[in-house]
């Protein structure tokens, strides 16, 4: 990974309330944010929301308000939500911000006199909700291909970018630059895609009569600009005005994205780009799609899973660590609770907490002295992960990484017994002195280990195990350091 690392998550539409599938990317992207920063990068991590367009309106006009104040009071949802779920983004970008604008007219304006855009009489399929165009052969049974709404034949003149004539180029790209598209099933979907489909040109324009929230084209403003060229803007126009100056920090080091939105990201943006002349991001990494008991998340199904009621019941640090442990990152998921409950009381209450608690009660109770001077083969354990994190990080392989911290949770736990601390404090005060030492060093790096996961519950390890200054990069075996500080407090993950 470079030195600097400019990570991003989609724009969340503000049309509903965020869900489970919402609080995913965000984990996700925090979580790499927030190793990147141990790791001692410079980091900006973008998150924001996708205010115009169809079904921002849509969902203001059946509200009876306005899509501003509509988007205002859902901006402020979504930025609650990532408070409460330890989201460490540094910047927050909305495509209504002026700057925002004015950079996507700007580019817009750029293609333009580059010959990229052409005004064209289109007739097609458009799917409202979607807010896509689909050819008479894309239609499946008459409906929408991707969502299975109905479509309407709409005929009008618009604007297009001339996207098809960079298809032998993306292909090129994407060949030789084969981290760009990730996971590789992605990638090979992508160029799946590319080689067997004549790519068209996009439409970029709404006629302003039939949508007016939007922004204006800057060289016809009878038109609004598609929704999707606006949003993906957003990565390069928050560069210009919300990262911290002084750093060059386009092309983005990763855009993380939902399986769902590959195509506009991995197609669209990364021709759009090409015609402006600007550097493609490094990767997209395109994660799964979780269903709830092996059904679509949906209003109409009621069985949409609200963040808050999970965090509210078990807390933030084990909502996090569920969606990251629980499946492989870039494969589907589905979510049961029965999993979720046993995850909390196998990995976190038993492996996890009850260590800390144990440690911590036999350093109170048998007052060994401090004594790293024989590490037992833990710092081994600990310098091995350490050298992994990175190959695993930079391929975002989230449940891999606690794979690994969890087999030195659980050899601590198998260690415990082994050595029997509460005979030794009869027999042999100075094997009992190395034993103790050894996991409560192994506590220090764990604490450290498990920070870009669950920040909260690093921290509170931390204040029990007596660290007084923690410091962000991740700690070694030896760097905890004495006894003196412990303060045993509550169970870490409480049994329910
Ligand atoms: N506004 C666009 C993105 C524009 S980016 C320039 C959009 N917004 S969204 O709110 O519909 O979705 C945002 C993200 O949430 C996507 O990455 C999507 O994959 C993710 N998820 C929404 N539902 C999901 C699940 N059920 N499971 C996993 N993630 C899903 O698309």
Not at 157 to 169: G, R, T
Not at 180 to 188: F, Q, T
């Amino acid at each position: 990974m470079d030195e600097i690392a400019y990570i991003t998550t989609p724009l969340y539409y503000v049309n509903a309330e965020p869900h489970i599938g919402h609080a995913y990317t965000q984990i996700a992207a925090d979580t790499l944010a927030r190793y990147c920063r141990q790791s001692g990068k410079k980091v900006f991590f973008l998150t924001g929301t996708d205010e115009h367009g169809q079904k921002i309106q849509d969902a203001a006009d059946a509200r009876g308000i306005s899509p501003r104040e509509h988007t205002d009071e859902m901006v402020g949802k979504f930025k609650d939500l990532w408070v409460k779920l330890d989201i460490s983004n540094d910047g927050f970008i909305r495509t209504t911000d002026e700057e925002h604008k004015e950079t996507v007219r700007s580019l817009l304006n750029k293609l333009y006199e580059k010959g990229e855009i052409e005004k064209r009489s289109y007739t097609g399929w458009y799917c409202v909700p979607d807010e896509r165009f689909w050819r008479e052969k894309d239609l499946e049974e008459g409906k929408c291909p991707e969502c299975g709404r109905e479509v309407e034949r709409i005929r009008e003149d618009n604007y297009f970018f001339l996207m098809s004539a960079y298809q032998e180029k993306l292909i090129e790209y994407i060949n030789s630059n084969p981290g760009y598209i990730k996971p590789d099933i992605r990638r090979n979907e992508v160029l799946g895609f590319l080689k067997n489909n004549r790519l068209d040109d996009l439409c970029i324009s709404r006629p302003k009569s039939r949508l007016s929230w939007g922004i204006p084209l800057p060289f016809d403003e009878n038109y609004v600009t598609y929704v999707w060229f606006d949003a993906l803007i957003n990565y390069y126009s928050a560069t210009g005005y919300i990262a911290p100056p002084g750093v060059n920090w386009w092309p983005a080091t990763c855009h993380l994205i939902g399986k769902d939105i590959l195509t506009t990201h991995s197609v669209y943006w990364s021709t759009m780009l090409m015609g402006l002349g600007l550097p493609l991001p490094r990767k997209i990494f395109a994660h799964g799609w979780w269903t709830i008991t092996g059904e679509k998340m949906s209003k109409s199904r009621g069985n949409v899973i609200a963040p808050l009621d999970l965090v509210e019941q078990w807390g933030v640090n084990a909502f996090r660590y569920f969606l990251l442990r629980q499946v492989s990152f870039g494969m589907d998921g589905n979510f049961s609770e029965e999993q979720f409950i046993s995850r909390y009381e196998t990995d976190l209450a038993n492996d996890l907490g009850n260590l800390l608690s144990r440690v911590l009660s036999m350093i109170s109770k048998y007052s060994p002295s401090y004594d790293p001077s024989r590490p037992d083969g833990f710092e081994k354990l600990s310098e091995d992960i350490s050298g992994d994190l990175e190959e695993l990080y930079g391929e975002l392989r989230f449940s891999s990484v606690l794979d690994r911290i969890w087999e030195i949770v659980k050899s601590a736990n198998v260690y415990v017994e082994r050595s029997a601390p509460w005979n030794l404090a009869k027999s042999d005060t100075e094997r009992l002195s190395q034993v103790l030492t050894s996991l409560y060093e192994t506590l220090g790096c764990v604490a450290s280990l498990i920070y870009p996961f669950m920040p909260g519950a690093s921290a509170e390890m931390n204040r029990q195990l007596g660290i007084e200054e923690p410091g962000l990069g991740i700690r070694r075996w030896g760097d905890a350091g004495r006894f003196g500080n412990i303060k045993k407090g509550d169970p870490l993950f409480p049994k329910k």
